[in-house]
């Protein structure tokens, strides 16, 4: 089973940043694709971001793009997503997820195998 746990929210001012950063226990983050999501409050979860196995391909959610960025610390078992230039619509709870599926289509896929309790990202205006 495994256990994610996310930290690194708070409260920033638009065009600051933020890096989270989601640990992982009983299992290897080289053994998943992992990815962040996050949702807001009265709308639906959203894709943010996704890094492959091994050869750490990257895919973003098309409102993060250029602004984002996802990574990940073997060493460390810890998958990070860097937010820069945080605008107030990214205000979230933003969750790690961990699936044994494809990497390329893990935003698309409404269950995934491990999901974190999330952190709590708000931009101010």
């Known amino acids: 089973q495994v256990q994610l746990a996310e930290s690194g929210g708070g409260l920033v001012q638009a065009g600051g940043s933020l890096r989270l950063s989601c640990a992982a226990s009983?299992?290897?983050?080289?053994?998943?694709?992992m990815g962040w999501f996050r949702q807001a409050p009265g709308k639906e979860r959203e894709f943010v971001a996704a890094?492959?196995?091994?050869?750490?391909?990257?895919y973003y959610g098309d409102s993060v793009k250029g602004r984002f960025t996802i990574s990940k610390d073997k060493a460390k078992n810890t998958v990070y997503l860097q937010m820069n230039s945080l605008k107030p619509e990214d205000t979230a709870v933003y969750y790690c997820?961990?699936?044994?599926?494809?990497?390329?289509?893990?935003?698309?896929?409404?269950?995934?195998?491990?999901w974190g309790q999330g952190t709590q990202v708000t931009v101010s205006s």
């Open positions: 890094i492959s196995r091994t050869r750490m391909r990257t």
């Open positions: 009983g299992g290897t983050v080289s053994n998943y694709a």
């Open positions: 997820a961990a699936d044994s599926g494809p990497t390329q289509n893990m935003g698309t896929r409404r269950t995934l195998d491990y």
